[in-house]
Structure formats: structure tokens, C-alpha cells
């Protein structure tokens, strides 16, 4: 099968398209190889797709060993029960198509000199990667430390799925099931199905490519990629390759795609959506190489086309679909087996099985003299580009932005949060004009009061409506699904990005952002911190104010699940006005691989603190708006409507002789116990805690969150023995505006009146009267609590 390369032209030709014993070219392929050659002038073609065979099956050959084994045989020598697991592992037919398609980029970038990010969209089957990773030296200072050599490959099959720990409980190895930062080029775990589709074509800057290895079982997981095509603008996107590999299975079935009439029916689908498919053969490293050639080549005609006014966009997004048996390469391949574990049988414990590995393994093994020589190859083709784990979008760095001086609101004046949002927004953007935007909207931007940066940045369509806010180059991605729109803010981490939703319809987004969180603080635990500029997530028309929805549209629970996330990585904010709105959006700017939700109201509140108040309260986490000494009751808000609410409980209190000190929170997670050493940088220390919350005295936490994640967070204000209690958000609602939103879930200022008499010891007949009374405790009309005490 010609394994040992000859050195003149025509022999290495030949000696390439035979092929290995199990990786075959098809002579079609073998004419378009020789014509790229031809073309391009490039003398060492046949050696690069020489080698990219050979790292392949090598790849796979190791990639096996990984889900079974202990260790390797350098000579090809057949393992026995002895070396292998107790309890194999992995996902491991997807991770033989993934070490093929990997070996072809490898090779496209060697044939170009061009070294392309890349996306695996499967993050279960990265041993493909780190196998050829391994065999190629493209790897992170971690695993380079243990992964080089004969014995690193060793350890890497028994780092992987070894849940050893280290003594602080994270995992001891640079490895894991799926890509984690230690994976040599890794951007994203891809552990959601379906998110890659929708970030790959906001990734990419020009001048910039990017290959998205894509899975068919994702295909049917998450709508959005379909409308790709409509976003990719040569103006501010860079090459893209998005490659579907068709093993044709899932865990337990066939695939949509198959079930619903295989290729053909899928590629009238790609061409219905916008898309140029490409149908390539996945089991060739070649293949794949060609094919991202290939569409760069197509996409970049399209864009001078475009750009010379002789086609218009959408341009027909170049779509590579590889045709492979789900683990092609080892026994069992293209059975509902294939997805975990081949084999029906643990090797160590099967005679069978231990037969079928060694004959599979066996023609995947590849003489130390050609694999050797294919790594040289390989090697020599990076002398002038970065490694593919520096990839660019490994190593997002955008310059520093322009953060324009927030506008001065007029303290004591009514002003909406998102208006003075919008107003700052706007001028931030014309500081930045050298930074990509992108604004996620799944719809209604204007109507929660960004109508400015509507008309500026306007929605990117296809054919823009006359007279409507729309432009083929708009920064605006409007569509009603939640799961795309975020993945353009996500995709984004080479510019600027901003994400603005209803705060019940943010719940969709959660999946998203808990991936690129995740990632993100195992970046920080690795030691490489990420350095895209801070993204915040505007989560607006909320849960009180947004009862013309009904019910359904009143839900905090966004801003409650990432309260548990790292709150290092994840912060959320609850500004009480304009001008800490601002601050806030100023600050995560200023930040870097951070995401923040920031919980703003839509409609006119009270402006409580100047420009220089607001910045402390953000900087700090919190601010005291009353602040008497020796108070007898603390009263601490968390959300605008809920700071309003306090500052009038606080009005009759004082009417009635007590001392109340009013405390807004606008960062909670500042102030919770540290889950750990990154944590604990970012929260405040014992001392801040007792100034901000004076011992001895009693309190009462009005959250626009639910009551109990708040009061759980809490637990340093929190002296036990009933001396803090908490309102919030108890699931009533309905068409019900702001009033009624409070009076339903108890939380007006009479109900905190109440409930500060009962904290006291007191009746609360003694600071209500009869009618606030009866309304109160549910007898009386809920009218009497509207006028301010």
C-alpha cells in the first residue's frame, strides 16, 4: 500500500494515492490533487496529503487506544488483557471521523501556508484532536509537559476519562472528555449541541479563517445555523468553512437527516437556506484539505463579485457535507454502537474483543520511520505561521476601547435606565469605529428604549425595507430565536458586543452563556485568562414591569442562575437608576472574558445618585442611600423598583421615630461567601461586609429576584435567629402593571412596613393605617397603596 515515501515527484504522487490500509483516495480526488499542484506552483502537495494520511491513521490508531487501552505498542505489537482499561471510555465513533477531518485541516493549512482557527462543534469527540495534536507537537505547555514522546502517548491514554483529582478537587490531567482549554487551539467545550452553528459566522475577522467542524446530530438539536448565510458580510467577517460530518448517528437512532432522506434531502435543505454544499468523502484527510480550499476560493469570488456589483448578498455560503461511517476505522464502524464504545465488549475482560482491537489498530499502525517522516513535514510547513493552537481566535486580544464620560441626569429627576443606556451606547460606538459591533436582539429593541442605537447600527438584512432601520451591513442580528441571536454576541470576541432581550425570553440564552462562562474560568484556572473585552447581556421589560405579557413574561430566573455560576466570570447587576446603568455598562467594557447580566428597567424611575455615586456604587457592589447611625432596621434593595419600594417604607418608618439606614445592592455576588480562591479576589473581605451591614441589626431584603437565592447569597448579612428576612418574586403575576406586580408578590412599601414591624416586635397598626392595613393583609382594595406614604 506504498507506507514508505520515495523522494522523487512522480513516486511520492503515487505513493500518496495508494493510500494506507485503510485510508483510500478516489482518482477523481487524485486529479483535483495534482491540479491544485498544477495551479498554485506548490512542489510539495503530494508530501503534505502523504503525511496527513499518515497522521490520520495514526491518529486514530491512538485515538482507540484512548477509549480502551493503557498504553500503546510503538512496534504495532498486539496488546493483551493486561493493558487495557477496567472501563473503557469516550465517545468514540465521532472521535475517528473527528481525527480524519483534523488531519485534512492540518494539511489545508500546510498546502497554504496559512494557519485557520478552528471550531469543533462536537466537543465530545476531541480525542481525534488531541491525538493528532499529540502526534504533531500542537500542544498547550500543559500537555506538552506530559503528552511528547512514546510514553507521553502513554499517559495520554491513561489521562483520559481517569478522573484523578488534585487536592483542591480539579481534575489532575490537561485532558478531558471534551475541549478544554489545555486542548491545543481550543475556543469553546462544545458541549451544548448546536451552539457552534450559531456563533461560527461572527467569529472571524477579515483578513481571518475559521474551519467549524460541525456534527450531524447537532444539526437537529438547535435552530439558527440555517441563517448563516444571511449574516456573513465580507465587510466585517472573515473565511469561513463550516463542515458537516454525515456519520449518519446519534446515541440511540439515526440521524434527522438520514430519517428524513440522507444527502439528497439534506442538500436541497443547504440550498433552500442559502448555502453551497460541497460533498466530500470523510474518510479521506485529502478530502477535507481540497474542500476548505475549495470554499475559501468560492467564498472569495462571491465577495469580489459582490464587491464589483455583479452579485448581491446573501452570497451562497460554501457548505462542506463529509459522507463517513460513524467510527470508520475499527470494528463495529456505522453500527449504533459506534457512538461510545465499538465494541460489545471490554477488550481486558473478552477474548473477541481483544481480537477485533488488535486487527483494527493493527491496520491502523503506521511503520516509526513513516510516521516520522510525516511529522517532519508537517513541521517544516509551520516554519513562518503560527502553530494551529495559536491560532487567532485562540488568542482574542482587542485593543483597549474609548469609554466616553457618562452623561450627568439630573438627580432627583424620573429617567429610564435603557434610555440613558442607549444615549451612552451611541457614543461609545462613534469612539470605537475601529472595533466590530454586534448588538443581539431577538426583537423590540427600539421599544426597550434603544431606538438610537437601532437607527445607528441598524438591523443586517438581505434586501432592507425602504424607510425602515435596516442595512445589508447592519450590526443589528434580529431574529426571533433567542439561541442565534447570542450566538452572534458570543461569536464576537474580536470586537464589541452587546446582547439585549426581555428578561424572561434571556432564559433561552442560559445554555450559551453557561458554555463560554464555564470556559472562560477554566481559562483563568489554566493560568491564560481570556482577553476578549467584557460582553453584558441587557435583560430588560422585566419581571415588573412587563405585564402586558402575562405571566410567562415574568420570570427573574436568568439573573437568578447566574448568581451560581463563578461570579468572577459571571456577574450580574441590578442598577437602581440612569446613572449606575451607565456605570455599570461602562465597567464590564472595561473588563476583559467577562459576561454580565445587567437587570435594567425599560420605563422612567427615580435618578437617586449622581455620576460620581454611581461609579462607586459599581465599583463597591453597593451604596447606602440612608445612612443614620445606630439605625434601628436595615432595609436593603436589590433592583430600581425595589429601591423606590424601600425608600418609602423607609419615609413611614422614620415618620414613626425609627432609624433606618437604606442600602442598594447593585452587585450581590460581591458580598456572598467565596466558593473559592478566584472568587475570593472579587469579593469583599470581613471588614467591608460588617461596615456595609452592621452588626446587631435587624433587616429586610426587598429582591427583584425570588426571595430565597437572594437571602441563601446573603448569608454574611444574615446574623440567623430571624434577623433578616426577604421579599421578593413569589410567582404571582399576570396583566398587572408595576403596582400591582409589587402588591401581588407582597413587596410594596406597605408590605415592607409590615414586615419591618413584625421583625421589630411591633404592631403594624402603628405605622399603617386601617385601609394600608387591610390591603396589607388581603381584605382591603390595593388601590390605598398607590399614593406615596
Known amino acids: 500500500m506504498g507506507m514508505t515515501r520515495p523522494e522523487d515527484d512522480g513516486s511520492v504522487w503515487r505513493s500518496w494515492a495508494a493510500g494506507t490500509r485503510v485510508i483510500s483516495h478516489a482518482p477523481a480526488l487524485v486529479r483535483q490533487a495534482r491540479a491544485l499542484a498544477r495551479k498554485t506552483g506548490a512542489s ?101 509537559r506530559r503528552y511528547r514522546g512514546d510514553e507521553g502517548l502513554n499517559i495520554l491514554c491513561r489521562d483520559f476519562y481517569s478522573y484523578a483529582q488534585r487536592p483542591d478537587g480539579a ?31 461572527h467569529m472571524p475577522l477579515p483578513g481571518e479563517r475559521l474551519v467549524a467542524f460541525l456534527s450531524d446530530g447537532a444539526f437537529e438539536e438547535q435552530r439558527g445555523g440555517d441563517w448563516s448565510p444571511r449574516w456573513w458580510r465580507a465587510e466585517d ?41 460541497i460533498v466530500i468523502d470523510g474518510r479521506d484527510p485529502a478530502a477535507y484539505a481540497l474542500a476548505i480550499l475549495e470554499a475559501e476560493a468560492r467564498l472569495s469570488r462571491r465577495a469580489t463579485a459582490i464587491a464589483a456589483g455583479k452579485a448581491a448578498y446573501p452570497a451562497p455560503l460554501p457548505y462542506v457535507v463529509a459522507q463517513v461511517p460513524k467510527g470508520f476505522g475499527f470494528a463495529g464502524a456505522g453500527s449504533m454502537r459506534a457512538h461510545n464504545l465499538p465494541l460489545e465488549h471490554a477488550p481486558g475482560v473478552n477474548a473477541e474483543a481483544l481480537a477485533a482491537f488488535n486487527e483494527s489498530v493493527r491496520n491502523l499502525f503506521i511503520p516509526p520511520a513513516d510516521l516520522a517522516q510525516a511529522q517532519r513535514i508537517i513541521a517544516r510547513t509551520r516554519k513562518g505561521r503560527v502553530a494551529e493552537r495559536d491560532h487567532p481566535l485562540a488568542l482574542r486580544h482587542p485593543p483597549e476601547p474609548v469609554l466616553p464620560k457618562p452623561a450627568n441626569v439630573a438627580s432627583g429627576a424620573a429617567h429610564a435606565a435603557m434610555a440613558a443606556i442607549d444615549d451612552w451606547f451611541i457614543r461609545f460606538v462613534r469612539a470605537n469605529p475601529h472595533h466590530r459591533f454586534r448588538v443581539a436582539n ?29 442595512s445589508v451591513t447592519g450590526a443589528v442580528i434580529t431574529v426571533l430565536n433567542e439561541e442565534a441571536v447570542i450566538g452572534a454576541a458570543l461569536g464576537n470576541k474580536g470586537g464589541i458586543s452587546l446582547a439585549v432581550t426581555y428578561e424572561a425570553f434571556a432564559v433561552k440564552m442560559l445554555g450559551a452563556l453557561r458554555q463560554d462562562i464555564i470556559f472562560a474560568r477554566q481559562q483563568k484556572e489554566a493560568g491564560r485568562p481570556p482577553q476578549w473585552i467584557g460582553m453584558p ?191 421578593g418574586y413569589v410567582n404571582r403575576g399576570g396583566t398587572l402593571d408595576t403596582h400591582g406586580m409589587l402588591f401581588a408578590n407582597r413587596t410594596t412599601w406597605a408590605h415592607v412596613v409590615a414586615e419591618a414591624a413584625a421583625l421589630l416586635g411591633r404592631r403594624a397598626s402603628q405605622f399603617l393605617s386601617p385601609a394600608e392595613l387591610r390591603a396589607v393583609e388581603g381584605r382591603g382594595d390595593p388601590a390605598s397603596l398607590r399614593k406615596t406614604p
Not at 502537495?45 to 482507540?64: E, K, N, P, Q
Not at 440511540?252 to 436541497?268: F, N, S, V, Y
Request: contains cysteine; aromatic residues 4%.
Open 442 to 470: 431577538p426583537d423590540e429593541l427600539r421599544s426597550n428604549q434603544m431606538g438610537q442605537t437601532l437607527d445607528l447600527l441598524k438591523h443586517r438584512a438581505v434586501a432592507p425595507e425602504k424607510n425602515a432601520p435596516e
Open 537 to 727: 447581556l441587557i435583560v430588560t421589560s422585566h419581571t415588573w414591569e412587563n405585564g402586558k405579557n402575562q405571566q410567562s413574561h415574568q420570570d427573574p430566573t436568568i439573573a437568578e442562575a447566574l448568581l451560581a455560576e463563578a461570579s468572577d466570570c459571571a456577574r450580574v447587576i441590578f442598577p437602581v437608576d440612569a446613572q449606575s446603568a451607565v456605570a455599570a455598562l461602562r465597567m464590564i467594557y472595561a473588563s476583559r472574558g467577562v459576561i454580565s447580566c445587567i437587570v435594567a428597567p425599560k420605563r422612567e424611575t427615580p435618578v437617586w445618585l449622581s455620576p460620581s455615586q454611581a461609579q462607586n456604587a459599581v465599583t463597591e457592589g453597593a451604596i447606602h442611600l440612608k445612612k443614620p447611625a445606630r439605625p434601628d432596621l436595615q432595609l436593603i434593595a436589590i433592583g430600581a423598583y425595589q429601591l423606590a419600594e424601600a425608600m418609602q417604607a423607609a419615609s413611614r418608618l422614620e415618620e414613626k421615630g425609627l432609624r433606618v439606614r437604606v442600602t442598594a445592592i447593585i452587585e450581590p455576588a460581591r458580598f456572598r461567601i467565596p466558593r473559592d480562591r478566584l472568587e475570593e479576589a472579587i469579593t469583599h473581605n470581613a471588614q467591608i461586609c460588617t461596615a456595609m451591614f452592621p452588626q446587631g441589626v435587624r433587616r429586610i431584603v426587598i429582591s427583584h429576584t425570588r426571595p430565597e437565592p437572594m437571602q441563601a447569597l446573603l448569608r454574611r448579612a444574615d446574623e440567623g435567629r430571624d434577623a433578616m428576612r426577604a421579599l
Open 237 to 277: 467577517c472573515g473565511l469561513v468553512t463550516p463542515i458537516l460530518i454525515l456519520n449518519g448517528r446519534r446515541i440511540e437512532q439515526r440521524t434527522g437527516i438520514i430519517q428524513d432522506g440522507g444527502m439528497a434531502w439534506l442538500k436541497r435543505h443547504l440550498v433552500l437556506n442559502g448555502f453551497d454544499p
Open 171 to 201: 481534575p489532575a490531567a490537561p485532558l478531558g472528555s471534551h475541549v478544554n482549554p489545555h486542548t491545543g487551539g481550543g475556543i469553546s467545550e462544545g458541549g451544548y449541541l448546536g451552539f457552534a452553528e450559531t456563533q461560527y459566522v
Open 44 to 144: 510539495n502537495v503530494a508530501d503534505i496529503l502523504w503525511a496527513a494520511d499518515r497522521i490520520a491513521s495514526a491518529a486514530m490508531r491512538i485515538t482507540a487506544h484512548m477509549s480502551y487501552a493503557n498504553r500503546l505498542d510503538p512496534a504495532g505489537r498486539a496488546l493483551t488483557k493486561a493493558d487495557f482499561k477496567a472501563v473503557p471510555e469516550g465517545h468514540l465513533g465521532g472521535s475517528l471521523n473527528v481525527a480524519i477531518a483534523y488531519a485534512g485541516y492540518m494539511g489545508a493549512n500546510a498546502i497554504s501556508g496559512i494557519t485557520r482557527s478552528w471550531l469543533l462543534g462536537q466537543g465530545h469527540c476531541v480525542a481525534g484532536i488531541e491525538a493528532v495534536n499529540a502526534l504533531t507537537g500542537n500542544l498547550s505547555p500543559a500537555q506538552a
